[in-house]
């Protein structure tokens, strides 16, 4: 393919893009096809000749499309929302023409300083504590900075590295402490999670090697001082060592908000390394008015989220953001000669392969660079808001059915809710066996998926089956919403008849 025939066949799929987008809403938002049918419909082999771009154009829509569960359609409220946007897929199709390496400043200054600049601008927008810029108001070097991760998970495992190392550290200077006598108590690090973080923490526990204490959560799904302090006095006793503490600011489940305030003080009584997860909610911060219910995050060590959920940045835009970098430097930094530091004024020469797992990275900041730009703070504040009303709307519906119970409180754009006990039935003493409830909702969760008209899934909090409806579609509108209530309240009907069959 030469240019000439690169750029007609670009338009052609530029065009394929737009038609995807404008026809969305129509389709079926899940994939319905069995296991292994791609397999069925490929060949065994690659091609050995070359093949037509219009051959392989026609496989994307008989093959592919079949497979693909439609994220991007505003009739999708499974999980959390996976945000795209045009200005961010030019970004990406420049960072793909550039096609660079990024692990250090040498390899493209433009790569390194430009995600400097955008991760201080995201900082900023979203009311980030000073400590963590990368360059301060006088045009100097901060101790902080951020950093973009490809998930959550990735900047877990960071974060849990750079904690380690922080603690470590302290151990060798106060006890003087050997190489030999650190190794031997790494088995004995513990990192603190409650029952409500996101998984991604346990998997990066399992992938440093150290332990981990799930901390049960209060009746409002948070992770509180009380319970983390008990929690470390245990292990110390136990003669382990705490090392790491994660609280989130929007739960999977619930959207929960932990006691952050509490938890900053526990960590710095106790000397742990402070991460904060908002990977959903963060996005919410943009806003003012939700900042008062982030009070705790100028405390933290660490502070991620993911611009690739709710603002409207492709995957993969995971924010990072440390208030001292120097023990995840020290952590992730290898020395080789075929990897050469530029010396002297250091301000915006950060070598990002020090700052994560990877060596090579993309050019990620490109697209957030688009974002912020195309959309501005108020474009962005808008997206945000208009999902959080779409929320409320949608909570008061159901809440006016008299069918349904709400499960947490809607804060967000996520609406956790179940089919009442009472709207069952009832046994002649007056109650619902707890399991006939949760059958109904989960049998309610199965029956919108099979209908198929929009996009949901369940999950359980203390042991009650219920229903997720997370709204956040970039092109999704309040008649997204209404067929989304529609489809509730019909097929609950359907679904509480049967039971009573």
Request: aromatic fraction near 10%.
């Amino acid at each position: 393919m030469d240019t000439s025939e690169f750029r007609k066949r670009g338009k052609e799929v530029i065009d394929a893009i737009a038609d995807y987008y404008e026809n969305l809403n129509s389709m079926p938002p899940m994939s319905t096809v069995k296991p292994g049918y791609l397999y069925k419909l490929m060949p065994h082999e690659a091609p050995e000749t070359p093949e037509a771009f219009g051959e392989i154009q026609k496989d994307i829509q008989e093959k592919i499309m079949p497979g693909i569960t439609h994220w991007q359609s505003g009739n999708f409220f499974g999980w959390f929302p996976s945000n795209s946007s045009f200005p961010a897929m030019i970004g990406d199709m420049y960072s793909t023409m550039f096609d660079v390496i990024g692990f250090n400043w040498i390899c493209s200054p433009a790569v390194t300083e430009l995600e400097t600049v955008v991760m201080d601008w995201l900082a900023k927008l979203i009311g980030l504590d000073k400590r963590f810029m990368a360059i301060k108001e006088d045009g100097t070097e901060g101790e902080g900075g951020g950093v973009i991760q490809g998930s959550a998970s990735e900047a877990h495992i960071v974060a849990m590295i750079a904690g380690r190392e922080m603690v470590l550290e302290r151990i060798r200077s106060e006890n003087n402490a050997s190489q030999q006598d650190l190794d031997a108590m790494r088995h004995r690090f513990v990192a603190y999670f409650s029952d409500q973080t996101h998984s991604s923490g346990q998997k990066a526990a399992n992938i440093i090697g150290c332990r981990t204490h799930i901390v049960p959560s209060d009746d409002d799904f948070r992770l509180t001082k009380d319970a983390l302090v008990a929690a470390i006095d245990e292990d110390r006793a136990a003669g382990l060592v705490p090392f790491f503490v994660c609280g989130t600011f929007g739960t999977t489940n619930t959207t929960a908000i932990d006691d952050l305030v509490g938890i900053a003080e526990a960590a710095a009584e106790e000397r742990l390394w402070y991460h904060i997860d908002a990977a959903y909610a963060g996005a919410a911060l943009t806003c003012p008015e939700f900042r008062p219910l982030a009070k705790g995050i100028e405390r933290a060590d660490s502070f991620n989220f993911n611009a690739h959920k709710w603002m409207l940045t492709n995957f993969d835009c995971s924010a990072l953001w440390v208030a001292d970098s120097t023990h995840l430097v020290n952590a992730l930094s290898i020395h080789r000669e075929y990897l050469p530091r530029v010396k002297g004024n250091t301000s915006f020469v950060k070598d990002y392969r020090d700052w994560q797992a990877p060596l090579g990275r993309r050019f990620r900041s490109l697209k957030l660079w688009f974002v912020m730009r195309m959309y501005g703070a108020s474009g962005i504040r808008a997206h945000i808001r208009s999902h959080v009303r779409q929320a409320k709307w949608l909570e008061e519906k159901l809440v006016d059915d008299g069918r349904f119970e709400i499960m947490a409180p809607v804060v967000f754009g996520l609406v956790v809710f179940r089919v009442r006990p009472s709207a069952i039935y009832a046994t002649p003493d007056g109650t619902v066996d707890p399991d006939t409830v949760n059958k109904v909702n989960a049998d309610l969760v199965k029956a919108i998926q099979t209908d198929n008209r929009v996009f949901l899934v369940g999950t359980k909090i203390k042991g009650s089956d219920v229903v997720r409806a997370a709204i956040g579609s970039t092109i999704g509108t309040q008649e997204n919403v209404e067929l989304l209530l529609q489809v509730i309240q019909e097929l609950t009907a359907k679904v509480i008849s049967n039971q009573r069959l």
